[in-house]
């Protein structure tokens, strides 16, 4: 069973982010980063399937730059096999779309029975590159995977989402794109040999000649581009209700019904 | 001269603080107040190998440096220092001595079940009238055949409750002072092996520390570890890197209090402002902040000379000595800054305060870092 895990680097969600001063980026400099969570439950799913079936490789994949390979290391510290980084610097620039075309480029070259991501990025919340990835290799799409099994043959998933509709289960047939949702399971810490493992494993590189991009740029690949970043407007400030219990409860009560309107 | 940790050791920081941070921390209060034993931290702890991370690979272990080693204590005690405790114990104390007087069937049997986590160890060293003066125990093995006759109690032995290995110093030559000392590996299951209830203590109080009676238990002589009469160096080299250890223990005590005092400056007001805009709440905060840098840097030194291969005895005692010291000097700072509500169970700095105190007191005394710091500049 071989297995494609597509991550992606992100900013840690306790860092605090700015926007730079061109207004439509964001100012990354003093910014620590980690694998985007959801791509962890993505990781750790591939390793226990493996762990389960007892054979097969687990190979982690992303676009960006050389930054990212910390990302990958994290991935092959927790056990992944291998991992492969795109990168080239005409790849600057790329919207999601782009990079999901890039990605199913170096896909297309490769063999696998199953391809696990995130559902969605926690930088960007596009939910994009899973849709666009099955879209682009003409594969089944089963998104926001909280439970997955497989038949005895591994030719077959029973993968499980929750919606407004209560518990859907589906049967999809492999090769497949799945991507993961909180719940899916508990990713594991890396070990201190995994850790020592992951230092020692080489990052395969590709670039944009090996991805039959030569000469063309990006110009074709990307479809939308950002106008202008704003940040969220200021939470008002919280209000204090006054007096006793009682009469405090009352006008509580009046408040959130005349003023808030919500009861 | 580089004063960085290397990108290795880096790794290994931040995962066990990842780790450390949203496993043990959330945790801390609750073991501390009912004494409970962390098993369940101690599995996760040995799936990341952190319970036999100084042995090398081939026995199981993870085979990280001093420095490394030094790091991690620190981060898990930072959470929760009945914890640290516990993987110091088993990491310098027992493993240490297996790795390097036992003999390959000994590593084999022994040290390859407690690197890999499946064991927990302790270290059977102080006695009820028998602390700083381990030369004079009263404990007694008696060779017989092809096994000795261990006799004696010990006591406050960190993690006695749920130990399985129990590396056991006992006099061989009650007439030959340091010189009498041996020392003996034995199986929790040994007939005559009982361990006492569990001291209730004013901190680190879920380390599972009791005593432990050993009532004509029968130890075969492939038990031994080292020579006969050879126990008391093993028992001190192993207290060499313990230091390191307790020194890692106390610093990230200190740091937990720290950060929790930073925090509390900001966001206590006072007299319409925060408290820690007065220069008398940022003394004590720069005190602390000051203390700890240098009391890392004590520590690094000592596990630095390590991990070159030479003498750090001097180095651990002194980091050990200053350290802790540091560490309980400023937790009741800390309890300070956090003014009546630091007195309560509700924030977490009187229990670093308590924690604090033993590593003034395990693993040797301050007096008794004094007596080998002595010794040393004295040559
Ligand atoms: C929580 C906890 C866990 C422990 N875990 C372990 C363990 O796992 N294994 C183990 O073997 N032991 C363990 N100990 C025991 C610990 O190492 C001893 O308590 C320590 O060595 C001191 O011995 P003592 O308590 O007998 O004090 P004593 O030796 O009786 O000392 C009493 C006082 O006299 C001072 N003193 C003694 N001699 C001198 C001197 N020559 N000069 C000046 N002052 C002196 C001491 O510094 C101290 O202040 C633990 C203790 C505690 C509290």
Redesign the pocket.
């Known amino acids: 069973m071989n297995i494609i895990v597509c991550i992606k680097q992100v900013p840690d969600s306790e860092a605090q982010v700015k926007i730079a001063s061109d207004g439509k980026a964001l100012d990354l400099d003093q910014v620590k980063f980690v694998l985007n969570p959801y791509d962890e439950f993505a990781v750790e799913e591939a390793i226990r399937i493996k762990e389960k079936k007892g054979d097969g490789t687990v190979t982690v994949v992303s676009l960006g730059p050389p930054r990212v390979k910390d990302a990958l290391r994290s991935a092959l510290a927790m056990g992944a096999d291998q991992a492969v980084l795109l990168w080239d610097p005409a790849f600057e620039g790329l919207d999601s779309h782009g990079t999901a075309v890039l990605l199913s480029r170096y896909l297309a070259g490769q063999t696998y029975d199953l391809i696990l991501l995130g559902k969605q990025a926690i930088d960007d919340d596009m939910s994009y590159i899973g849709p666009a990835l099955a879209d682009l290799l003409k594969l089944p799409l089963v998104s926001v995977v909280t439970k997955l099994e497989f038949s005895p043959d591994y030719k077959t998933a029973f993968a499980q989402r929750e919606g407004e509709r209560g518990v859907e289960k589906i049967e999809v047939s492999l090769p497949a794109v799945l991507t993961a949702q909180k719940g899916l399971n508990e990713p594991r810490y890396a070990s201190l040999m995994g850790i020592m493992k992951a230092k020692k494993k080489e990052i395969q590189e590709v670039n944009a000649a090996a991805l039959g991009m030569e000469g063309s740029g990006t110009s074709d690949l990307v479809k939308s581009r950002v106008t202008k970043l704003d940040y969220p407007p200021k939470r008002p400030p919280g209000k204090i209700v006054p007096g006793d219990a009682a009469t405090a409860a009352k006008e509580l009560v009046r408040l959130l019904r005349e003023e808030a309107k919500i009861i | 001269m580089k004063l960085e940790l290397t990108a290795d050791q880096q790794a290994f920081q931040e995962e066990v603080r990842k780790f450390a941070q949203k496993e043990l921390a959330p945790k801390a209060a609750y073991h501390d107040k009912t004494q409970e034993f962390p098993v369940e931290s101690l599995k996760k702890m040995a799936e990341m190998g952190l319970l036999g991370m100084s042995v090398p690979a081939e026995y199981d272990g993870a085979g990280v440096d001093s420095v490394t080693y030094a790091v991690v204590i620190l981060e898990i005690s930072k959470a929760d220092a009945s914890c640290g ?1 516990i993987v110091a ?1 088993q990491n310098s ?1 027992v493993a240490l001595p297996l790795y390097k007087w036992g003999t390959e069937e000994q590593k084999q049997k022994f040290l390859k079940p407690l690197a890999a986590g499946l064991r927990i160890g ?5 006695e009820p009238n ?4 381990p030369g004079d125990m009263e404990t007694t093995a008696v060779m017989e055949g092809d096994h000795y006759i261990l006799n004696g109690t ?7 409750q749920k130990a399985e290995t129990f590396v056991v110093f006992a006099a061989t030559d009650r007439k030959a002072g340091n010189k009498g000392i041996s020392c003996f590996v034995v199986d929790r299951e040994t007939p005559g092996l009982s361990v006492g209830p569990k ?1 209730d ?1 004013l ?2 109080r879920a ?1 599972g ?1 009791a005593a432990v009676t050993f009532e004509n238990c029968k130890i075969p002589v492939g038990n031994r570890l080292g020579q006969e009469g050879g126990g008391f160096r093993i028992a001190m080299e192993a207290l060499d890197c313990g230091r390191i250890g307790i020194a890692a223990q106390a610093i990230g005590i200190a740091e937990a209090a720290f950060e929790a005092s930073l925090q509390y400056s900001r966001e206590r007001k006072q007299f319409g402002q925060p408290i820690g805009d007065f220069q008398m709440i940022q003394a004590m905060l720069v005190k602390m902040a000051t203390e700890i840098e240098a009391s890392r840097l004590l520590l690094y030194l000592a596990a630095y000379k390590k991990d070159k291969g030479e003498r750090y005895s001097k180095e651990s005692s002194m980091a050990k000595l200053f350290a802790s010291k540091m560490a309980v000097e400023n937790t009741i700072n800390a309890v300070q800054i956090f003014g009546g509500y630091g007195y309560t169970k509700d924030y977490p700095v009187e229990r670093h305060m308590r924690d604090s105190k ?1 590593t003034e ?8 870092q ?2 080998v710091i002595a010794k040393a500049i004295a040559k």
Do not use: H, P, R, W
Request: aromatic share 8%.
């Open positions: 405790v114990v104390l302790a270290y059977c060293l102080t028998v602390g700083s003066d010990k006591t406050f032995i960190t993690s006695a001291e203590m901190g680190v380390s520390t033993v007191i395990y693993e040797g005394t301050s007096q008794i004094n007596l």
